[in-house]
């Protein structure tokens, strides 16, 4: 039963109610209710009577934000520098991604490095974490570990230990005896959320929560929970692949959409220095339908290759199947290419992959999709060693991209020789990279295949 009285609050429009209702009375949506503790009239009088302090902007003081290196160099990367005092971390991704694995070795790289750390393992009993850590090999005896699903304990436990991090896993799993709802309801999530985080920024301890994805997309439920915290992490890939990427969505510590790569084994995740070396460590040269491409991840460019593969269809509409890529923006580009490229798709089915697992969204690898789907259709493989970069617009014409130059030293560095590149005035290609330029994507087949 709830000890403290609580409200429900619509999540459309604000609107407070006493009890649940199936339809807000003031916006008339549906289903958007939550259960949310409610606030006592006697805190309510306090927070009113004490004025907020004003001061010019140019007299705060400058505090800077106190780090120390988590033991895992590239999610320290992640972060903008290491793990922030008082931070609070948000760890996204879909159920066995590699989350937990991920947290345990960090949290056992944190108490390596003489961190106090405390995993609070929700959905684990302390028994089933021993067993993976010792398959993962974490022993550290700084690592701390509760296996509670009740909120009020674990603050409890926080405030005797003292940890400087702490790991939940997961936010989802826990329970507070204010709320009536069950584990995982959005007025569970959020309040467990709040406190906790509000015990971490009291006691300035670096705080990780484990988010799922749900099937609607969405991190632990409603995307409130992305506002409560400092920095949201997502860990991208296919489940059945070995890669796994990193990437920070939000982070007011440091620069977002810096990505890290791991590779899963028996032994957990392996931090890749070299991700671009990797990733086209087993591509197949000379091979119809295969592109390079730079994409930006961060302020990191990445090589990868994208293969298609088009096969004669049976259907009245032949079928477009995409992994990795937009398939909107792929619909888009076929239809760019039967117009303005002559390429005929009709009767034809198309099939797109980005290998390693990775997804691509931006569209500087425009020009590498429809390189690869050409080269597909006509059975013949691209220039050896050449990489692809620009955007291509539905008039046909090829639009350069950000960050040029840092995508051409990546594949300066990586030993590509040729790269063909939007048309602008001015180019610092590496040397021993000759540049092909175009204007337009009619330009294309003849640059490539020479007809």
């Known amino acids: 039963m709830a000890t403290n009285k609580s409200i429900f609050v619509c999540q459309s429009c604000g609107h407070r109610s006493p ?3 199936g339809r807000c009375t003031e916006c008339g949506e549906w289903d958007t209710y939550v259960e949310e503790a409610a606030p006592s009239k006697k805190d309510v009088a306090v927070a009113r009577s004490v004025p907020s302090t004003v001061v010019p902007l140019a007299e705060v003081v400058e505090e800077r934000a106190s780090r120390w290196p988590s033991g895992l160099d590239l999610v320290d990367r992640v972060l903008g520098g290491g793990v922030v005092a008082g931070g609070v971390v948000l760890l996204a991704g879909e159920p066995g991604i590699g989350k937990s694995t991920l947290l345990l070795q960090l949290g056992d790289r944190l108490a390596g490095v003489g961190t106090r750390v405390l995993y609070a393992s929700a959905e684990e009993s302390p028994r089933q ?3 993976r850590a010792e398959r993962l090999g974490c022993r550290e005896a700084g690592l701390l570990v509760a296996g509670e699903t009740g909120l009020e304990a674990l603050l409890a436990a926080l405030d005797q230990e003292r940890p400087g991090a702490v790991l939940i896993d997961s936010i989802q799993a826990l329970r507070s005896e204010t709320l009536d709802g ?4 959005i007025g ?25 994805v749900t099937k609607e997309g969405n991190i632990a439920g409603p995307k409130s929970l992305e506002h409560l915290v400092d920095t949201v992490l997502t860990f991208e ?10 990437r920070a969505q939000k982070n007011r510590f440091g620069p977002t959409g810096e990505v890290a790569l791991f590779e899963m084994r028996d032994v957990g995740l392996i931090e890749v ?9 087993q591509r197949r040269g000379n091979h119809p339908g295969s592109a390079v491409v730079a994409s930006l991840h961060g302020s990191r460019p990445l090589l990868v290759e994208i293969q298609a593969l088009v096969a004669p269809s049976n259907l009245p509409s032949p079928r477009r199947m995409v992994i990795g890529l937009d398939t909107n923006r792929v619909v888009l580009l076929t239809a760019v290419l039967q117009r303005f490229a002559g390429v005929d798709l009709a009767g034809l089915d198309l099939f797109l992959n980005v290998v390693g697992g990775l997804v691509l969204k931006e569209p500087a690898v425009d020009l590498g999709v429809a390189a690869a789907i050409l080269s597909a259709v006509r059975e013949r493989s691209l220039p050896e060693g050449a990489a692809f970069l620009g955007e291509v617009g539905l008039l046909g014409e090829v639009r350069p991209v950000s960050q040029t130059e840092a995508r051409l030293r990546e ?29 337009n994507i009619d330009e294309l087949g003849p640059l490539v295949f020479g007809s």
């Open 411 to 439: 594949i300066g560095a990586l030993g590509l020789e040729r790269v063909f590149v939007p048309r602008v005035e001015k180019r610092n290609v590496p040397k021993g990279v000759s540049a092909s330029m175009l204007e």
């Open 19 to 21: 009890r649940w209702l």
């Open 273 to 281: 220095k070299d991700p671009s070396r990797v990733l086209l460590a």
């Open 182 to 185: 069950p584990p995982g309801s």
């Open 129 to 131: 974490l021993r067993l």
């Open 237 to 246: 890939g296919d489940r059945s692949a070995e890669f796994r990427l990193l």
């Open 188 to 212: 569970q999530v959020r309040t467990c959320a709040e406190r906790l985080v509000g015990w971490a920024k009291e006691h300035e301890a670096a705080l990780f929560l484990v988010g799922h």
